[in-house]
Structure formats: structure tokens, C-alpha cells
């Protein structure tokens, strides 16, 4: 059986590989084989920087354990500490190299577009839609991302029918990929006359933004509309057709853009959401391929089908998938986001060893 430091040294000499074929005069030409080869070097640097570590802690031992043997007195006692430090260490990257090792996502390391929209609830819905909008502005703005409004459209009582951002930030994918889902809020509506708490609900999309060389569309397959704007309750907000409908015919696939005052402008952002969702599809594909495929991420948009729950009258904010609640709902809206991704991220690497160990 092929022992880990066996697979590390493997990585190591790939490692070398990678950095000879990235030296390659012809590679900066290849945009493709550019991204995949950097990606490639990303991944493998990390697993060797710690593998090397390892490697020395592992010499600071045995060099601990033979001074050990050899002293006498207080200095005896002084080695015994270097070898619980060295263990310890070794331990900590034992753990490190093993998540490392652990198969990666494709879409680590890519930007991400999120798409928010109210669901079940009427106006309240949409409200709700734009507090989890604001939600995510905040934590973009918290973890240091880029954030793009590629389209946000107002509802008729100061919401969002949908709200769609491009958040630009190397771990962006990593911290976001679980927020897809029915997010659910039980609340009195600023409508509700007699004081009663309704539960409406609204459903957050989570894609990967692809690159153009990642989704080859041809032109015959697009059918394109032009259009004029229109804001809540249909009034046009544009005396041009601005507006951009593009659908994707093999796959039925539609997105309508009217955010900018140019008809260019939103055909250009209407294609990155396109490109995106065709990427998505095709991973979704892949996966069902290979017996992986999770129900979507967005079901049918019901309240029972929900992965998180926002109560205003008791202050809590509970995560369903991991049985995680908080009673600090201004600060999770705020975009106190991280105590619920880090308790995510934790839960599905302890699946991905379980898994891992189970094969």
C-alpha cells in the first residue's frame, strides 16, 4: 500500500514538472493551459511548503530524542520540551497535510456570482431578499472581496425581485458555496396590521464565475432580445431598448439584463451570468454522472425546504444543516457571516476524512 509520504514526494516531483512547463515560452499564449498550470502550481506549493516543514520537524525530533538519551539533570528536562514541541508539531502538520490531500473543489479559487431572490411570502419576501442582499454586501465588505452589482431590481415596496453580484476574492467560492439554499424569516411584516409573525422565505444561487474558456457558446446557439427597462410595477424607467434578454437555446437557458443604460453593457453582463450558469450545469451533469449530484441547491423555494432561519422575536438565527443557532441576529445581517461558514466549512472537511477513511 502506497504510504502518504510515498503520494507527498510523488507531488513534489510534479511540483517540478509544473514550474519547468510554466517556464515554457509558449505557455503564455495558451490562456488555457496558463490557468490550469498556475491553478495546478497553487495547489501542489501549499502541499509542499507543509510536506517540507514536516520533514523538518521530523529531523528536530530524532535530533531532540538522541540529545534526550545522551544529557543528564536540568538540561535532560530541556530536551524533553523540544521533543513534546516537535511532536505537537509534527501532529498539527500530519493534520494540515491530510485536509490538503483531501480531493479539491474545482471552483476554488474563482469568483463567484450570487443571485438572490424573494420566494414564498408576497412583498415580504422580497424585503426579506433585500436584507440578505445587504447581508452579503456586508460580508463581502468584512472579508475584504470585490463586490459587483451585475443586476438589482427594486420591488414595488422598497424590496428586490432579484438581486444578482459578482464578489471578486480568492476564497470567495470557499466561504460562499453553502450560502445556496431557502433561507427562511419569521417576522411581523411592516403590512401586517394585527401583529402577527409570517414566515416568508427567499433563495440565495451560489455560482462559480466561469471564464470564457471554460464554456464554448456559439452564436447560432443564442437567441438575443432587445427591449426597454421597466422598474417596479412595470413603469419604464429607459426611453431605449436597453434591456437584453439572452437565451441559450440547447438548454432553455434565459437571462435578462436591464441594470445599465446601455444595451452593450448589459449583454456583456448578461453573458458572464450566462457562462456561469452553463458551467454550472455542466459540473451538475458531471457529478450526476458519477452518482453525486445533491438535489438543487434551491429546491422549490419552500419555507420547509430551508437551510437557515432568521426569527426577529426571539433574536435567532439557527442553520439547519448543522444544528448551529445563534441568538445575534443584527449582528448575522450585519454580516457577521463567519461563525456559520466556519462551522460549515469544519463540518464538510469532517465528512470529506470520514468519507476518505471509509474507502
Not at 523538518?56 to 525530533?61: F, G, I, K
Amino acid at each position: 500500500m502506497r504510504s502518504v509520504d510515498d503520494t507527498l514526494k510523488s507531488l513534489s516531483e510534479e511540483l517540478a514538472s509544473v514550474e519547468t512547463a510554466l517556464a515554457e515560452p509558449d505557455v503564455a499564449s495558451d490562456l488555457t493551459r496558463l490557468r490550469d498550470l498556475s491553478r495546478r502550481h497553487k495547489e501542489l506549493a501549499e502541499i509542499d511548503a507543509a510536506w517540507q516543514s514536516l520533514q523538518r520537524a521530523r529531523e528536530d525530533l530524532s535530533g531532540a530524542r538522541e540529545m534526550f538519551n545522551e544529557s543528564a539533570g536540568d538540561d535532560r528536562e530541556q530536551w524533553r520540551d523540544e521533543i513534546n514541541k516537535a511532536e505537537e508539531e509534527i501532529a498539527e502538520l500530519e493534520q494540515r497535510i491530510e485536509r490538503l490531500l483531501l480531493p479539491r473543489d474545482p471552483n476554488e479559487g474563482r469568483n463567484v456570482i450570487v443571485e438572490i431572490r424573494g420566494a414564498e411570502g408576497g412583498e415580504e419576501a422580497n424585503l426579506f431578499a433585500s436584507d440578505l442582499a445587504e447581508m452579503y454586501r456586508r460580508y463581502a465588505a468584512i472579508r475584504g472581496w470585490k463586490l459587483e452589482v451585475v443586476e438589482e431590481r427594486a420591488s414595488e415596496q422598497g424590496g428586490i425581485d432579484e438581486a444578482t453580484f459578482l464578489i471578486k476574492g480568492d476564497d470567495a467560492w470557499a466561504r460562499l458555496e453553502q450560502e445556496a439554499g431557502v433561507h427562511r424569516v419569521q417576522r411581523v411584516p411592516t403590512t401586517e396590521a394585527k401583529g402577527r409573525v409570517h414566515t416568508s422565505s427567499a433563495t440565495v444561487s451560489v455560482l462559480p464565475e466561469a471564464e470564457e474558456v471554460d464554456v464554448d457558446i456559439e452564436a447560432n446557439d443564442l437567441k438575443i432580445d432587445v427591449y426597454r427597462s421597466s422598474g417596479p410595477g412595470g413603469q419604464s424607467v429607459n426611453t431605449t431598448d436597453s434591456a437584453v434578454r439572452i437565451t441559450h437555446l440547447p438548454t432553455g437557458i434565459v437571462v435578462s439584463m436591464q441594470d445599465e443604460k446601455s444595451q452593450i453593457q448589459n449583454r456583456a453582463k448578461a453573458m458572464i451570468v450566462l457562462r456561469s450558469r452553463l458551467l454550472k450545469a455542466a459540473q451538475d451533469a458531471q457529478a450526476s454522472e458519477q452518482g453525486d449530484l445533491k438535489r438543487s441547491q434551491l429546491g422549490g423555494g419552500g419555507r420547509s425546504e430551508k437551510i437557515r432561519t432568521y426569527n426577529f422575536k426571539e433574536n435567532r438565527v439557527t442553520d439547519h444543516r448543522i444544528n448551529l443557532t445563534l441568538y445575534d441576529l443584527e449582528a448575522t445581517l450585519g454580516g457577521q457571516l463567519d461563525p456559520y461558514v466556519d462551522a460549515l466549512l469544519s463540518d464538510k472537511r469532517a465528512r470529506q476524512l470520514a468519507e476518505s477513511d471509509g474507502r
